[in-house]
């Protein structure tokens, strides 16, 4: 693996830790509506680029959308670390967040996420179907229903192919809730992002290809 990206993983690991010790944790939710017909997005750098689908974004009212039959779904690993299977979760963007207004959306100041997700009974119907759609058996409260494309770069709220259930990462303490590595991906993506080192569009690719690598992004000349 090269310097820098152990470097990366060094700050995510950490980071990780201190999340998990002052007992933080991101949301268990999502939002948006239906699924609309998949969309190309086209990126930069080599690599497989997964079809990433165009959701309806934000909406007033959330419904309870139709997963995945069960045990349709199969995760991946990468160096023991879970992946979602990507047909049955490919990733789905939010149309209201695009390069242009990322000021307005992803990066104004005071935040964008917290008024477009929807109810916990929803994303709790929907986090229980998904899991039999992935033949999750494990603890609900240690896996986490997760956006792949997440809230904070652009990912689509509720788009059922935006969401999966995502078991606990290597080291985990059962029943102490999620430990995922990945929200603190996330977060990096998000910063680099608002600040223009990566384009949006870059981050959505990278992060729906594999997440456990998408910060090799920053590092490409």
Request: hydrophobic residues 35%; negative net charge.
């Amino acid at each position: 693996m090269p310097s820098a990206v152990r470097y990366s993983w060094a700050v995510v690991i950490a980071a990780s830790a201190a999340l998990l010790l002052s007992g933080c944790r991101v949301p268990v939710t999502a939002t948006a509506a239906g699924p609309s017909s998949p969309s190309p997005i086209a990126t930069a750098g080599g690599g497989p680029r997964p079809v990433i689908a165009v959701g309806a974004g934000p909406q007033s009212h959330y419904s309870v959308e139709q997963q995945p039959p069960a045990g349709s779904c199969h995760y991946r690993y990468d160096h023991g670390q879970p992946l979602q299977d990507p047909t049955c979760t490919p990733g789905a963007i939010s149309p209201a967040v695009t390069q242009a207004n990322l000021k307005t959306t992803i990066c104004r100041e005071g935040g964008y996420t917290s008024g477009i997700r929807p109810s916990s009974y929803v994303t709790g119907k929907e986090k229980t179907l998904n899991a039999a759609s992935y033949g999750y058996t494990g603890s609900m409260r240690d896996g986490e229903y997760d956006h792949l494309i997440s809230l904070q770069l652009g990912g689509d709220p509720n788009d059922p192919r935006n969401l999966w259930v995502e078991p606990p990462s290597p080291g985990h303490v059962k029943n102490a809730g999620p430990n995922n590595p990945k929200d603190v991906v996330e977060t990096e993506l998000h910063t680099a992002v608002c600040h223009g080192t990566i384009t949006l569009v870059q981050a959505q690719q990278a992060i729906a290809t594999d997440w456990f690598t998408a910060m090799d992004i920053l590092h490409l000349p």
